[in-house]
């Protein structure tokens, strides 16, 4: 399959998608259409993090559901939120997930075919499809009701970091602190867990098990 | 302020969907990383329904509680992807159903 230039696929979905945004911008509105197409990119990424076989694709379409997350943010006016949320998880998650698929090696493409667990999947499709019509009917038939919990209003003026701020540094003081207690056991645990067997060094180790076209793991001296 | 508000409904629904979609892929996948990325799918469709709650009931605390997620998140990635790799090291085509003991 020639993966070089564009696919004409590509360029008419592209296409499609800005008539659209601007045919919805002028017809419904302007959040409605970005609730839209941020929807679309949301779902589409999700799907494609499900049904590719190659993980880098899938961390790749769990990129495009991210931002499309983070474009929602941004719709409902959490500007703080976005940006967190795209350096965070765009940024650092899926820079890490990258970083273990291809210490790990690229090949290992998952096997969708064949089904280990006999009648697993359809299953698990119909549990998803249940749940979400479960959800979605819960939703649609329910109104929301309750008042604020945190007595702090959200005051729209665009500065939502500083009201975040204080009421992270006031009501949920403690729920922070715990925070970097479990941030220091995760560096902690992570440490131990990359770790070799004791005293060992990695390069006298035997060679751990190499994957197929995978050159890292050889040792330095030629010898496999 | 944006003129013709969305509905709360509707990215409740949407986050909803999501989150069924991440069920799935825990569910139907068996590479460990993938599963790991549909978990983060689940957590975002969270993140989504937190902040539409706030918006909606004027609270800045759901944006606080999303916060921690992304915290929580972090660190169980970290942690998981230091399991994974070390699952891996030993096995190298190990899927999900492999790992089932709590030894090597």
Known sequence: ?224 | MLAAAVSPGWYLSLAAVLFSVGAVGVMVRRNPLVMFMCVELMLNAVNLTFVTFARDLDDVGGQVVVFFVLVVAAAEVVIGLGIIVSILRRRPSATADDASLLRG
């Open chain 1, 1 to 224: 399959m020639g993966r070089t230039g564009v696919n004409p696929v590509t360029l008419l979905v592209a296409a499609a998608g800005t008539v659209l945004v601007i045919l919805g911008t002028w017809l419904i509105g302007v959040e409605p259409t970005v609730f839209g197409a941020a929807g679309a990119i949301v779902l589409g990424g999700a799907a494609g993090v499900v049904l590719n076989r190659n993980p880098v694709h899938a961390a790749l379409s769990l990129v495009a559901t991210l931002f499309g997350i983070a474009v929602l943010f941004v719709a409902m006016e959490a500007n703080f939120l976005a940006a967190v949320q795209v350096i965070v998880y765009a940024g650092a998650i899926v820079v890490l997930f990258l970083f273990v698929i291809m210490l790990l090696g690229v090949d290992s493409a998952d096997d969708l075919d064949t089904d280990p667990l006999v009648g697993q999947r359809p299953v698990a499709i119909v549990l998803g499809v249940l749940m979400a019509a479960g959800l979605v009917a819960v939703v649609v038939t329910s109104t929301i009701t309750g008042a604020p919990q945190s007595g702090a209003g959200w005051v729209r003026d665009g500065d939502d970091i500083s009201q975040i701020g204080r009421l992270l540094f006031s009501d949920h003081l403690f729920a922070f602190e715990i925070t970097s207690l479990l941030l220091v056991i995760a560096v902690v645990g992570a440490v131990v867990l990359a770790r070799t067997a004791k005293g060992v060094q990695i390069d006298q180790d035997e060679p751990v098990a190499s994957l197929p076209g995978d050159p890292i793991l050889v040792d330095e001296d030629g010898e496999s």
